[in-house]
């Protein structure tokens, strides 16, 4: 079976590959865990560490200012600046999905299933190698067993399809809904 992708994911869509790609080994070990949105995690998380930044700084001015108030600032810092740039990088992957126009073409077949961008290399996963096919709100998901990282994701329009493919040719892989 092949689904000729010509339209763009919408930014949810991308923003849950996202997410399914950081949240990968957890997933690929407990694949009922719910998704979790690491772009809101992230932003509290940068948020509380400016706080603690600031709130060592402010303490260490109005009172005697120790090294624990001087490392602890320093520590709040780096780690502000740290979850800033996942975040931004996070975003940036959104971006970069987003302006790549070129359709691709979804293959599913007796040795598992492609996704091949017109001018690129294609990824396939072989059906021994699909620990399982999960659909998730904007995408269903087939993750490789090994700890590659690989998740191949489609949009959800294509749900239908790609689930009576796999049922209709006795596909052994697990399906988590």
């Avoid at 489609?154 to 399906?175: C, G, L, T």
């Amino acid at each position: 079976m092949t689904i000729e992708v010509k339209e763009k994911g919408s930014r949810q869509f991308y923003k849950e590959v996202v997410n399914i790609l950081t949240q990968y080994r957890q997933l690929l070990y407990r694949p009922e865990d719910k998704l979790r949105d690491n772009f809101t995690r992230y932003i509290l998380l940068t948020i509380a560490m400016v706080l603690i930044c600031a709130m060592s700084i402010y303490g260490g001015i109005n009172s005697s200012f120790n090294a624990m108030k001087i490392l602890t600032a320093v520590f709040a810092g780096v780690a502000a600046a740290a979850t800033a740039v996942i975040l931004v990088r996070m975003n940036k992957t959104v971006d970069d999905y987003l302006a790549d126009d070129r359709p691709s073409v979804v293959t599913l077949d007796e040795n598992g299933v492609e996704i091949e961008k017109t001018g690129a290399q294609a990824v396939r996963l072989a059906w021994d190698n699909v620990a399982f096919v999960r659909t998730f709100v904007e995408s269903t998901s087939f993750f490789s067993k090994d700890l590659s990282g690989i998740v191949l994701s489609v949009d959800n329009n294509y749900r239908k399809e790609i689930m009576d493919y796999i049922k209709s040719n006795n596909i052994d892989v697990k399906v988590v809904r």
